[in-house]
């Protein structure tokens, strides 16, 4: 059974840092291409950072550059979202989610078949 389990979330101040991992059983997670995903209470899920099967990296939000990386650790088949810098707006519930079917990155939810229990994110003083 394909799973991605998200961990690492909880509460920080601002101007502090917080890794997020997603790690995958049932499939091997290198060979795809991977999203991480922000939902703020009242929004919709939105794209965030994502690196694609080919570790091709894109950001789908231009408010984490600079302070948002996102890394693959093969042997554990696991993907880290780093976020530094974190602000008040950055508070969300965290998802990452693979794609199956394409080598490249998208930042839209409906090209991710799987997503991971999402964990959450608060970041205030």
């Known amino acids: 059974q394909l799973q991605l389990v998200e961990s690492g979330g909880g509460w920080v101040q601002p101007g502090g840092s917080l890794r997020l991992s997603c790690a995958a059983s049932?499939?091997?997670?290198?060979?795809?291409?991977i999203g991480w995903f922000r939902q703020a209470p009242g929004k919709e899920r939105e794209g965030v950072l994502c690196?694609?099967?080919?570790?091709?990296?894109?950001w789908y939000d231009d408010s984490v550059k600079g302070r948002f990386t996102i890394s693959r650790d093969n042997a554990k088949n696991t993907v880290y979202l780093q976020m530094n810098s974190l602000k008040p707006e950055d508070t969300a519930d965290y998802y990452c989610?693979?794609?199956?079917?394409?080598?490249?990155?998208?930042?839209?939810?409906?090209?991710?078949?799987?997503w991971g229990q999402g964990t959450q994110v608060t970041v205030s003083s």
């Open positions: 690196i694609s099967s080919m570790d091709h990296i894109s």
């Open positions: 989610a693979a794609d199956l079917r394409h080598y490249v990155c998208s930042g839209s939810v409906d090209d991710y078949g799987y």
């Open positions: 049932g499939f091997t997670l290198h060979y795809y291409t």
